[in-house]
């Protein structure tokens, strides 16, 4: 019987197949999928490049698991909240959880804003849900919901809003996923 084959080692080279890669337990999340989209280049649609994702054993950081790739963001799952702890009667996120993204956004230097989920409520359903968006100078960076978590992985090399300008890395600080996982710790109201 043939000794069992180890699986290849993340380390990524100019011109290495991603089809090879293979996650560490101490590979980053967001390194990882950025590495990746450079290595598959612009060829992928977002749903094709979301696809070989998902065929890859990408690692699970902070107990956030990849979900998606679409318009430059990474969309990740998130432990399962209760809702009425997220939300306050006129809809807006309960004032302990902001207070956690705005210690965030000072920490990364993005300011916070409080959004509402439709931007056309029904009219049944007056005080529509929030998220809240910590966001630089020129665009939305991380999208916090009680159901998911989206990270910009991208920015645009220019301030132009063409869509097909060309992008470059937006690289994070390691903590960043550990900071935000203090949002989905369950607590009461």
């Given amino acids: 019987m043939a000794p069992a084959s180890k699986p ?3 380390n990524m080279n100019k011109g290495e197949s991603s089809s090879n890669f293979v996650s560490t337990a101490n590979s980053r999340l967001l390194d990882t999928i950025r590495a990746i989209r450079v290595s598959v280049g612009d060829e992928l649609s977002d749903d094709e490049f979301t696809r070989l994702l998902q065929q890859m054993e990408l690692p699970v950081e902070s107990g956030f698991v990849f979900l998606s790739y679409c318009d430059r ?3 990740l799952s998130v432990p399962r909240q209760e809702l009425a702890n997220w939300y306050q009667e006129n809809g807006r996120i309960v004032p302990a959880r902001e207070q956690i993204v705005r210690r965030i956004g000072e920490k990364y230097g993005l300011s916070l804003c409080q959004p509402p989920d439709m931007l056309n409520p029904w009219p049944g359903f007056p005080n529509p849900h929030h998220h809240l968006q ?3 100078q020129q665009e939305a960076i991380i999208i916090v919901h009680p159901q998911y978590v989206k990270i910009r992985a991208f920015v645009r090399a220019s301030p132009t809003h063409s869509a097909h300008v060309a992008q ?21 109201a």
């Fill in 8 to 10: 290849p080692v993340n």
């Fill in 73 to 75: 963001f990474v969309m």
């Fill in 168 to 188: 470059k890395p937006l690289h994070t600080d390691p903590d960043l996923l550990q900071d935000l996982s203090a949002l989905y710790q369950e607590r009461s």
């Fill in 134 to 136: 910590l966001s630089n």
